[in-house]
């Protein structure tokens, strides 16, 4: 119902309307939703229960977050909220909430405008000064980018020293799966899960290309817990934080 709601709505009303109105909409929506079985930790609003989309997420009514957003929104709260923060392709519950911290000089940046975003930096030669960077938010960026040892060693290169980069893509098991060989939109979608990806990452194997351009790595796998059910989050789920070493 909810899919078929959002794509009826992209049919009919220009995207950026959709962006700038957003809130709006979902306000009205989130209505039929209210309850105090389950909290939003992004947006904070209580409800009776997420939009399961089709069995492979859980979505906010209120804001729009996917799981893996309340769950990185969930580490970002750990963490000093000061400094250069640079967010690749952000989604918009975390765009609106991190834009809005006068005490981060957020940039929000996408190649492509499928985001919302203040910059278009190109991740494998962004456009910014050595350790410029507090943190990064590379999440599912690097299985889209061809060349992406060259984006690691621009993320090093822009991260200060004792920066944090958090980083996830899709896993599988055993070794990365790469072919420079499938190119097409529909080969790629067969092997690698979408049209767009050019690699399935295990992690060990991005962890390894990661330490090689010199990052140390640590890796965080949360098990299920009672949060999931309260928070809407899904688990396993396996997220990667690189730091730059400071010299």
Not at 35 to 61: A, E, M, V, Y
Not at 97 to 107: A, E, G, Q, R
Not at 155 to 184: A, S
């Amino acid at each position: 119902m909810y899919s078929s709601i959002k794509k009826a709505l992209k049919t009919c009303i220009p995207k950026t309307f959709l962006f700038k109105n957003e809130l709006f909409f979902r306000k009205i929506h989130s209505l039929f939703y209210l309850g105090n079985k389950h909290q939003c930790n992004i947006c904070s609003q209580k409800l009776s229960r997420f939009i399961n989309l089709n069995h492979s997420d859980l979505i906010c009514p209120s804001c729009g977050s996917l799981s893996r957003n309340r769950r990185l929104w969930h580490l970002l709260s750990l963490q000093d909220k000061t400094g250069n923060w640079l967010h690749f392709s952000p989604s918009r519950s975390l765009y609106r909430t991190l834009k809005k911290d006068s005490n981060i000089n957020y940039h929000s940046t996408d190649f492509e405008n499928e985001f919302l975003a203040n910059y278009k930096f190109d991740i494998t030669n962004i456009d910014q000064p050595d350790d410029q960077f507090d943190v990064i938010i590379c999440y599912h960026i690097l299985e889209h980018i061809e060349k992406d040892r060259l984006a690691m060693k621009e993320l090093y290169r822009v991260l200060k020293p004792n920066g944090t980069i958090y980083i996830q893509t899709p896993f599988k098991d055993g070794d990365i799966y790469e072919d420079d060989n499938i190119t097409t939109p529909e080969a790629r979608a067969e092997h690698f899960g979408q049209n767009d990806h050019v690699r399935i990452y295990s992690v060990k194997g991005l962890k390894s290309r990661l330490e090689r351009v010199g990052f140390s790595i640590e890796i965080k796998t949360f098990e299920r817990s009672n949060n999931d059910f309260y928070n809407g989050f899904i688990s396993p789920e396996t997220i990667l934080i690189a730091t730059k070493l400071k010299s």
